[in-house]
């Protein structure tokens, strides 16, 4: 089965603080990895990652793949209360998307 | 304009009944794809259609029938409701060429409840 792993589930932190969230994956004809944030309604998309080692930033936030050890983080920078959500991470392979359960950020002023 | 538009957005039914949710995109996509995401929030794959063809079931219910009139219509329509049944229904949209690999487009889901 296509298993997509994220850590912490949950997670607490105050305005300011810099937050990594982890994504481990299974190899199997794998083609993508990606990170949505999901806040009240649908997931909004974040990254896309293909290749290992090559950083991808957008603002406070930045991702990064290892194929060679499986996972993927995503780092997000100088917090907000905005940046409350779910951040879900999935991984691209036999034309579907298989999403992990999701790291729940709450963010406190 | 919406992207990915679904109806409704809510739905509260009892068990037993029957019904649909329709989603539409605009986006010129020709894979659609619908998701289930239960209370704990962890989003599940249930189809994806192709050019109006059904690529991927996985494991649903045969309670559970997608239908795909054109490539910009993936409509659900669920027999005999469950309790179980209660979650959110996203539907999703993306291109042939990266079709399950890239960027989906979701819609803002359908909040299904069986009573």
């Known amino acids: 089965e296509d298993k997509v792993v994220q850590s912490p589930l949950s997670l607490v932190v105050h305005e300011g603080d810099t937050v990594t969230l982890n994504c481990s994956y299974e190899?199997?004809?794998?083609?993508?990895l990606l990170w949505y944030k999901q806040e009240k309604k649908a997931p909004t998309f974040l990254f896309m990652l293909?290749?290992?080692?090559i950083e991808k930033k957008s603002g406070r936030l930045s991702s990064i793949l290892d194929k060679k050890e499986l996972f993927s983080i995503l780092n997000i920078t100088a917090t907000q209360t905005g940046d409350s959500a779910i951040y879900l991470c999935?991984?691209?392979?036999?034309?579907?998307?298989?999403f992990g359960k999701g790291t729940l950020l709450t963010v406190n002023p | 304009d919406t992207a990915v538009s679904q109806t409704p957005k809510y739905l509260v039914t009892q068990m037993g009944n029957d019904k649909s949710i329709k989603c539409e995109q605009n986006?010129?996509?020709?894979?659609m794809y619908w998701y289930k995401q239960d209370s704990k929030k962890f989003l599940k794959i249930m189809f994806s259609?192709?050019?109006?063809?059904?690529?991927i079931n996985e494991t649903v219910p045969n309670r559970f029938s997608p239908k795909s009139p054109d490539k910009a219509h993936l409509n659900l329509h669920i027999n005999s409701l469950e309790l179980g049944d209660s979650a959110v229904y996203f539907c999703?949209?993306?291109?042939?060429?990266?079709f399950g690999t890239g960027e989906l487009f979701f819609g803002e889901g359908s909040r299904l409840t069986v009573l």
């Open positions: 986006l010129g996509h020709d894979t």
């Open positions: 259609y192709n050019n109006k063809e059904l690529i």
């Open positions: 190899v199997t004809n794998f083609r993508s």
């Open positions: 999703a949209s993306s291109s042939s060429i990266q």
């Open positions: 999935a991984r691209g392979s036999n034309y579907k998307l298989t």
């Open positions: 293909t290749s290992s080692g």
